[in-house]
């Protein structure tokens, strides 16, 4: 990887990260403030938490589209804007509708999937499955840090000083674009790296990828609606909400350290469905506990810490398993209603888990969250056994009608390749290929 690539990745995972700090900062903390608005109810306490998901999901594949057209930086500097007046918005709420209007136009800076082209753009091939790491990290990071630094800075800031220190983040990540990133010379528009309308219909028809979507939407569904109930419930066993951050800190830490021999086995050793099987088996439980110790303080913290480590090996495993069941060529767009439906989840927990709150019970919530899990079980133990592919694309020179069937045959003949989709208009092979036997110097003695 050369020093631009690295300077390069590092300063979208940190402009990742920025925003998902801010994003996920209020998490933690908003069911607890989110009374003292007027006309609050905890319905609409639930949908403000969500509301960033349902625009996140409207906005996320017309955004990558708009990128297509003008440029990433241009999108991603609207999106930050956009981003960071919802945050000054949010903050300058004195109810609850303002204060959901503010969080929507957050999510309005739907730029996620425009990060990570801008990311295929300035990144070598080989590169590329290095840099999504790298982001993915930062992610997760962020995630971490912002649970724990949530209540802690609310308890010193208030709700909407959290939401000032997101815009400061999001002006910040602005600059960070225009510094620190070089803007790409050429676009790159691989059906392996960007979502395609026209390619949406396939996609969706797809059981596999229909079956990982709705895992992520449920998996979100479930993180979100759990914040709803989750604060407010340590708060009634009698720890202060500035004190919430030594819950979360040990349990989120422990979690992820204990989560990656999973993961390990489930790549190395391709176990990646008995893996998925057990996680979502231990997330179910984890939920009922959630509601059975609702009023026991540890009760509360052993049933987060099964939480998280159901969540940290479900949240690394699914995009892998996107990959793998992606057909060749359509990883982009797969990857499109993967994220879609990841922010669709999010709205929905925060609608689900507010109303159940309002009409029903903390406990309620958690029962109320069950059948998306048991649902996604049933997904799960019927999904096939995922491939261990990975996808590469070769360039063509001058290939036609006629001449692409006859390569297509050659390229299924060489070791390891299982999979060729061959796309005219861009001159390009994607194949699915399987990398302990796959030689790609092969290539060069077909002449393409």
């Not at 962020?142 to 724990?148: D, G, N």
């Not at 021999?261 to 231990?282: N, Q, R, S, T």
């Amino acid at each position: 990887m050369s020093p631009l690539e690295k300077r390069t990745i590092s300063a979208l995972a940190l402009i990742y990260a920025l925003r998902m700090f801010g994003l996920f900062m209020v998490l933690p903390v908003l069911a607890l403030y989110g009374s003292q608005y007027q006309g609050a109810t905890a319905t609409l306490v639930g949908i403000a938490i969500g509301a960033y998901g349902l625009t996140q999901a409207m906005l996320q594949l017309p955004f990558g589209a708009w990128s297509d057209r003008i440029g990433r930086k241009p999108v991603i500097l609207v999106g930050l804007i956009l981003f960071s007046l919802g945050s000054a918005l949010a903050a300058m709420a004195d109810n609850i509708w303002m204060l959901i209007l503010g969080r929507a136009l957050q999510g309005a800076g739907a730029v996620a999937s425009t990060l990570m082209a801008l990311m295929t753009d300035l990144t070598r091939e080989e590169n590329r499955t290095k840099a999504m790491a790298s982001i993915g990290a930062s992610i997760g990071l962020s995630f971490t840090l912002a649970m724990v630094a949530g209540p802690v800075l609310a308890a010193w800031l208030g709700l909407s000083g959290l939401f000032v220190l997101t815009a400061i983040l999001s002006l910040g990540a602005i600059v960070l674009l225009y510094t620190a990133v070089p803007t790409p010379t050429q676009q790159v528009r691989s059906r392996d790296a960007r979502a395609f309308f026209h390619q949406l219909i396939d996609v969706m028809a797809d059981r596999q990828i229909l079956r990982i979507s709705y895992g992520i939407f449920a998996l979100h569904a479930v993180l979100v609606g759990t914040f709803v109930a989750v604060p407010v419930a340590l708060l009634q066993s009698g720890m202060a909400q500035v004190e919430h951050w030594k819950v979360y800190l040990p349990v989120m830490i422990s979690a992820f350290i204990v989560m990656v021999p999973f993961i390990i086995v489930a790549e190395k050793y391709k176990k990646m469905k008995p893996v998925l099987m057990l996680a979502v088996a231990l997330l179910v439980a984890s939920v009922a506990c959630l509601a059975l110790g609702i009023d026991s303080l540890t009760g509360l913290i052993m049933a987060l810490w099964l939480f998280f480590l159901a969540f940290n090996i479900l949240e690394a495993s699914l995009p892998s398993l996107i990959s793998k069941f992606a057909p060749a060529g359509f990883k982009g767009s797969a990857m499109g209603l993967y994220s879609t439906s990841q922010f669709l989840g999010a709205f929905i927990g925060g609608v689900l888990g507010g109303y159940l709150s309002e009409h029903m019970s903390l406990a309620g919530v958690f029962w109320g969250l069950m059948p998306l899990l048991l649902v996604w079980f049933g997904l799960v133990a019927t999904m096939a056994k995922p491939k261990h592919l990975t996808s590469y694309m070769v360039n063509l020179n001058n290939q036609d009608q006629d001449s692409s069937i006859e390569l297509e045959n050659k390229l299924l003949a060489l070791p390891g390749v299982d999979e060729v989709v061959i796309m005219l208009k861009e001159q390009a092979a994607y194949l699915k290929v399987d990398n302990k036997t796959f030689d790609p110097t092969k290539l060069k003695l077909l002449n393409i």
